[in-house]
């Protein structure tokens, strides 16, 4: 017989798949209070930019009943290619785009039984902390609106916070899915690079770029990450073999009458960084919280000094930048997207089709990208920005041969208030925590900890390369603990 | 003042992959604008590459045959560029680090064995096509071609005139022919290359400043181009001018090379190492057994051809000089006995290449087929038919489309063209025509037999004429000499 369960919408999404998978709860039902929820908020907080239709998601809903996914509603952040709905990357230079082919995180997602519900919004073309939109529309936080979501995948954080979906996707170059899902009170989930295949996702960054789960809680990302993680051979730089599952390791977890998964581990700190000016007091108090925590439970903390990070975030930008400059060359007005109207000549056509149709922060990423790769330039940027990846990259193989895992808060402030930073500098520097597993590769979580005035507070885990299980099984850990990742803004509650 | 004329060359051969370089797309020409095109081709938002293998295994193996060294790890890198027929906006290519490096080529010219050295060769994808004047008041884009895989050959500029480049190239062709890996048609672009041109004087060591002429895709353009291009230089240099350091086009027209841009107004591609590739790695496995399955090249078939086959050096010359015309020869030789060798190689030569080219037909489209030139020689060896009939029915067969491969003894048995070798029925004509024709007889016997020899000619030509051709010529001159001294 079904049982009445309260509040379905804020339950973490294996919640809903064990559920539905029991009968206990039918999938379209559970779909339709989803869809519901998205009806009714998303003109205010603009998570989505697209959405399906409605019956035809509880047609497939009732269908995938069975399946891994359980036909719950699944958001897809709106750089992944769907034939279904316009994939614009936030953007004017895209608006209206329809890919001829479908992401393979798209793919997976379906054939694990997830239904594409819509497509969130982001900053334009990934790049970007805030979500405030220009074009589209800013996503406002679901904790409090005059507060911005995060970003890139501000849409996809809002979206779960809101509980418009149980787990949306996102990605992530510097921190598009920590920071947002930090500054939502959602757990995101970065994997190790090369996990998930990139075909299908709008490149801002090649070797940086790396697709993952934004979701409540950290056991969500890794029953969604065994899903959509598989080799691919449209992704070169995709593993070529399927990692260990994760999931396992959280259900043994889950199972153990006294969990002690804090035993026997060491976690970095880096207490340099935890000085930074630029820190906010409440993120450093919340963070030796977190620590005290962990060291109740078991765990042996280890100070670490990484020199090379204090390049890291020039380092980012240069290459970031660089590759950007170069992956949006193909947006010259010809085979698709923007065009403007009535070129004189060629010259004519790309400049005014791209300077229209791009927005400033991608404007200024191509510039600075187009600079930095320059002849004359090329060497003390671009070269010197890949010998401190490589050098980061050590320093954080070194660190990985005497801890486990290295604890840092996501951000280093709370949400801002909406348009309150126009420096983008100042903006950059929002992502001194989240850059250096990019830029090494690394897999790492931000998890929700105890909110600071109305607004949450994100901890971020990172582990060595392929070490994803151990990442999620830590936050996992935590979150069997407490309750924050559990809390869900006051929105529309009467629904 | 003497000048001597400075030349390195990049060759681009475009490979011979079922698929293109980074997609699955048909790697082929003549079809219908952007037929052969995958959303990766056009450049779409979210694609990505994939290496074809095949491009990378075809690169190794002209290393190997070139000696060169082969990179057992080599990169991709992206260089940057608008263009309308580029869709990704960018090229991907191989700039900092090679498929292969070095290896040298060694070829006759000029009386003397030429070795030129080559500085690397790098993969890379080609771009599409812009279309002008077909649509009214638009360019077109043809982007089949786009992603096309090319193997880029740059040479040290090692030539020293017009008639080397010509050559070398000419042997690149050959190999790539040989090798398998491209078709090396240079009317379709197969095989194309920039010719970089300088002068110096006789005697001095520092390069003169260079010229680039882009896109020459024919042996004849190769030569004329860098004769032009070479005495412009000169011309201008002994007028007291100076080289602009430029790229030119060649305009066969008018013979001339044109300014296409200057050093200044030269692209910053922005090369740097393309992130949505791994490196290409060439395991020692593969390099062993592309060695072991390298197959016999031009230099080593025609000392085969002359030591074996007792060819001569100019008929295994021509045989080799084109992988086509050796598996020809090579399909026939398997047919018929080795001591015919001699002669398969005179019917390819002279009959068949001869009449190809009379009839505009490349090797590969012959309706004679090997089988047919096997026949022809065994029926001959074997007096079956006369040679001269045989070049007859050789004739014939060019002109018939569809041949079977019985064809030849089918025409012999169908127009009966088999020689008359019966001495009784020979005798019985040779009498007729010694009965019609006394006053020659008279004569024949009257001279003296150093002139007799050429008289019989006359009575072979009648004989040949009520014979059809068909008599045995030598058992007829025998039995006509017998005649002759035996009539009154």
């Known amino acids: ?93 895209l608006e209206g785009f329809m890919s001829p082919f479908d992401a393979d995180i798209v793919c997976a997602t379906a054939e694990a039984g997830g239904v594409l519900v819509g497509k969130t919004n982001m900053d334009e073309f990934a790049m970007g902390s805030t979500s405030e939109n220009l074009y589209f529309g800013a996503v406002a936080n679901p904790w409090n ?76 990302c890794a029953y969604y990450l065994d899903l959509v993680n598989r080799p691919d051979s449209k992704d070169s730089t995709c593993a070529k073999h399927t990692r260990t599952a994760s999931y396992p390791t959280i259900q043994a977890m889950n199972a153990e009458t006294k969990p002690q998964y804090f035993n026997n581990k060491t976690i970095g700190f880096l207490p340099t960084w935890l000085a930074h000016e630029g820190l906010d007091p409440i993120i450093g108090q919340r963070f030796n919280d977190t620590k005290a925590l962990m060291e109740s439970q078991g765990a042996v903390f280890k100070p670490l000094e990484l020199p090379s990070l204090f390049y890291a975030l020039a380092a980012y930008y240069i290459l970031a930048s660089a590759e950007a400059s170069s992956n949006l060359s193909r947006f010259d007005g010809i085979r698709f997207g923007h065009q403007c109207q009535n070129p004189k000549n060629l010259v004519d056509l790309y400049t005014r089709s791209r300077q229209e149709g791009f927005g400033s922060e991608v404007k200024r990423r191509i510039l600075t990208g187009t600079f930095v790769l320059s002849e004359g330039f090329f060497d003390a940027y ?26 840092t808060p996501t951000t280093p402030t709370t949400a801002f208030t909406t348009g309150q930073v126009s420096d983008p500098v100042e903006v950059y520097l929002q992502d001194i925590f989240t850059i250096p597993a990019n830029l090494a590769g690394l897999p790492a979580i931000s998890f929700p900890v105890e909110p600071h005035q109305g607004l949450p507070i994100g901890m971020q885990l990172m582990g060595q390369r392929w070490q994803d299980t151990q990442v999620l099984a830590l936050a996992h850990a ?13 929105v529309g509650e009467a629904l | 003042m003497q000048w001597e004329t400075v030349i390195g060359l990049e060759v681009h051969v475009q490979l011979a992959t079922n698929s293109k370089l980074f997609s699955t797309s048909c790697n082929h020409f003549g079809d219908l604008p952007n037929e052969n095109t995958t959303p990766i081709d056009l450049g779409f938002p979210g694609t990505l590459p994939s290496v074809n293998q095949e491009a990378v295994t075809m690169g190794v193996k002209l ?102 480049a010509c050559a070398f190239l000419k042997k690149i062709h050959s190999l790539v022919q040989y090798l398998k890996i491209s078709d090396g048609d240079m009317s379709q672009g197969s095989l194309r290359c920039d010719a970089n041109v300088s002068v110096r004087p006789i ?22 181009a860098i004769q032009h291009e070479a005495a412009r230089h000169i011309h201008v240099l002994e007028s007291g001018g100076t080289i602009l350091q430029e790229t030119r086009l060649f305009d066969p027209d008018k013979n001339e090379t044109r300014s296409m841009r200057s050093k200044e107004d030269a692209n910053d591609y922005r090369y740097f190492r393309e992130p949505d590739l791994l490196p290409i790695i060439v395991t020692q496995e593969l390099i062993a057994q592309l060695k072991e399955t390298m197959p016999e090249l031009e230099d080593a078939k025609k000392a085969r051809y002359m030591q074996t086959l007792g060819l001569s050096d100019y008929d295994a ?68 038919i006369s040679s001269k009939i ?71 030509g009648q004989l040949m004429k009520k014979t059809q051709g068909k008599a045995n010529p030598k058992l007829l001159n025998e039995l006509l000499i017998q005649s002759l001294n035996r009539a009154e």
């Open chain 2, 390 to 460: 045989a070049k007859s029915i050789f004739e014939a067969l060019l002109q018939t489309p569809n041949l079977d491969s019985n064809a030849v003894d089918q025409i012999i048995e169908h127009q009966g063209l088999k020689q008359v070798t019966d001495s009784s029925s020979l005798q019985g004509f040779i009498e007729e025509v010694l009965e019609a024709n006394p006053s020659q007889v008279s004569a024949f016997k009257a001279a003296v037999p150093e002139k007799q020899q050429k008289m019989t000619g006359f009575f072979i």
């Open chain 2, 317 to 384: 010359s021509i045989l080799t000089s084109d992988i086509q015309i050796a598996d020809y020869f090579e399909a026939a030789l398997a047919l018929s006995d080795p001591s015919n060798a001699k002669a398969i190689a005179n019917w390819i030569l002279s009959d068949l290449l001869g009449g190809l080219k009379k009839h505009d037909l490349a090797i590969g489209n012959s309706p004679i087929v090997p089988a047919h030139v096997a026949q022809l020689v065994a029926r001959i060896q074997h007096d079956v």
């Open chain 1, 382 to 407: 671009y070269k010197q920005a890949q010998k401190i990846r490589r050098l980061i990259k050590n320093d954080f193989d070194k660190a990985f041969a005497s801890v486990d895992l290295i604890l």
């Open chain 1, 145 to 220: 609106p005059d507060r911005v979501a995060g970003g890139s995948s501000g849409g996809s954080a809002a979206a779960v916070a809101a509980s418009m979906v149980p787990l949306a996707t996102a990605s992530d170059t510097g921190g598009s899915i920590r920071q947002p899902a930090a500054f939502c009170g959602v757990t995101g989930f970065k994997p190790t690079y090369g996990s998930i295949s990139r075909w299908g996702m709008v490149a801002y960054a090649s070797s940086l770029d790396q697709a993952g789960p934004i979701a409540r809680t950290a056991q969500d």
């Open chain 2, 63 to 164: 290393g190997l045959a070139l000696n060169a060294e082969i990179a057992t790890e080599s990169y991709f890198d992206r260089k940057n560029y608008f263009y309308p027929d580029l869709p990704k906006g960018y090229q991907v290519t191989q700039m900092e680090k090679p498929i292969f490096s070095g290896g040298k080529i060694q070829f006759e010219c000029e009386s003397k064995i030429q070795t030129i050295q080559l500085h690397h060769a790098h993969l890379e994808e080609d771009a599409g096509k812009s279309i002008h004047g077909v649509i009214a008041d638009h360019s077109g884009i043809d982007l089949n071609r786009a992603g096309t895989p090319l193997l880029e050959i740059v040479t040290e500029p090692d030539f020293r005139s017009a008639a080397q």
């Open chain 1, 478 to 490: 935590y979150q069997m603990q407490t309750q924050w990742h559990l809390a869900t803004p006051e």
């Open chain 2, 203 to 224: 005697g001095q060591q520092a390069l003169g400043t260079r010229t680039e002429i882009k896109n020459l895709n024919s042996f004849r353009f190769i030569e004329q």
């Open chain 1, 1 to 93: 017989m079904p049982i009445t369960i309260v509040d379905i919408h804020k339950q973490p999404l294996t919640t809903l798949v064990d559920l539905i998978h029991q009968q206990k709860l039918q999938a379209s039902e559970v779909t339709d209070i989803f869809l519901r929820r998205i009806k009714a908020f998303n003109s205010d907080n603009k998570s989505f930019l697209a959405l399906a239709e409605p019956a035809q998601v509880l047609e497939k809903s009732a269908l995938n009943a069975k399946l891994p996914l359980a036909g719950l509603p699944i958001a897809q952040k709106d750089l992944f290619c769907t034939q279904q709905l316009p994939t614009t990357c936030g953007s004017k230079m």
